[in-house]
């Protein structure tokens, strides 16, 4: 779908007006009373989220639509949302899908199609996608199966390095296509990263099939964002909770280029990860930026003019944990970043 997104030639000179665009996106699992804790919110929950999200005056878009305007250096709204769901569960449809289909928003859904097509549990059937996408919902690609798509022979799987490994991706996210495609028509070429794991090789192959691809680690995302590790907020679980949402849908992206680390997977060894990046516009953040680290809080962040480092005190725990970085911009706004980490055993 995006080989890249257009970096945008703006000044941050003049204001908050004068940056460039950005867009929030937020995840959803389940909405049900029923079901896991940690990938849920309740149906009240989910409808003061859409009270939300109307009262902070964002524009929600389709994501096909958001990415496009992105890439093509488009004005966009000033606050700009996009709504996403990952698994394909039957709560989207019973209580979800009737919420935003009467204030008219679009959304997404990411579908994994082999739990669909061997007619498990609790998932959407192929009948039931196809009637929401006959009413504006765009399916996306979240893989064949729910694999840990990047942790390679210790989870039974190629390693990334193998030959094998670019046969195991056809499988995963061609065929997953070529179902998905085969039973709703034509879909755009979005790509959600089961549990938000992506590495080099698996992001190279995805840009050079088209996809842009989805995390779980938090953040707006803009012009300048990699089309192949792409944020979203987490809306679910303790991160459903208002006080936590609230001031993420009018959060604009820390535009930067990051530097280092150059992988989510952290290599062996590694006890005390460093982040380090340059601000694209660092006229527009004078004031101070604050790094935090899943699990140790505000950690050492240095800045020297555009250039940002921030060094974890002690080792990440192993499996999934985030970088994340804020600043005030023009008008007291905050602006986020975040880098996604990957400690395995």
């Not at 991706?169 to 039973?183: F, G, N, P, W």
């Not at 050079?208 to 964002?225: M, N, V």
């Amino acid at each position: 779908m995006l080989g890249s997104l257009a970096l945008l030639g703006s000044s941050a000179r003049g204001g908050e007006e004068s940056l460039p665009p950005s867009v929030v996106v937020l995840q959803y699992h389940f909405v049900a009373t029923d079901t896991p804790a940690s990938t849920s919110v309740t149906p009240a929950q989910f409808a003061a989220h859409l009270e939300a999200i109307d009262a902070s005056g964002a524009t929600v878009l389709p994501l096909a639509e958001a990415l496009e305007a992105l890439h093509a250096g488009r004005t966009l709204p000033e606050t700009a949302l996009a709504i996403t769901f990952d698994d394909a569960y039957e709560s989207i449809a019973e209580a979800a899908h009737p919420l935003l289909r009467g204030r008219g928003w679009p959304y997404t859904i990411f579908v994994n199609p082999e739990p669909i097509d061997r007619r498990h549990g609790g998932f959407l059937s192929w009948d039931q996608l196809r009637q929401l996408a006959t009413e504006g919902v765009t399916i996306g690609n979240h893989g064949l199966r729910h694999d840990y798509m990047v942790r390679g022979e210790s989870q039974g799987l190629p390693a990334p390095a193998a030959p094998a490994y670019e046969t195991y991706l056809e499988t995963q996210v061609l065929d997953a296509q070529a179902r998905i495609d085969a039973e709703l028509g034509a879909q755009p070429k979005l790509f959600a990263y089961p549990y938000g794991e992506f590495a080099p090789t698996l992001q190279s192959w995805l840009k050079a099939q088209g996809y842009a691809a989805f995390g779980q680690h938090s953040g707006p995302l803009w012009a300048g964002s990699d089309p192949q590790a792409l944020p979203r907020f987490p809306a679910s679980g303790i991160y459903g909770e208002l006080d936590s949402l609230q001031p993420k849908l009018t959060m604009k992206a820390l535009a930067a280029t990051i530097e280092s680390p150059t992988s989510m997977i952290l290599p062996p060894g590694t006890e005390q990860p460093t982040l380090r990046f340059t601000l694209r516009f660092p006229e527009a953040h004078r004031g101070p930026v604050q790094c935090y680290l899943s699990g140790q809080g505000a950690i050492p962040t240095a800045r020297e003019g555009g250039q940002i480092e921030a060094k974890a005190p002690a080792a990440p725990p192993l499996g999934r944990s985030r970088f994340n970085c804020t600043a005030q911009g023009p008008g007291g706004r905050w602006h986020w970043l975040s880098q996604p980490l990957l400690r395995l055993p």
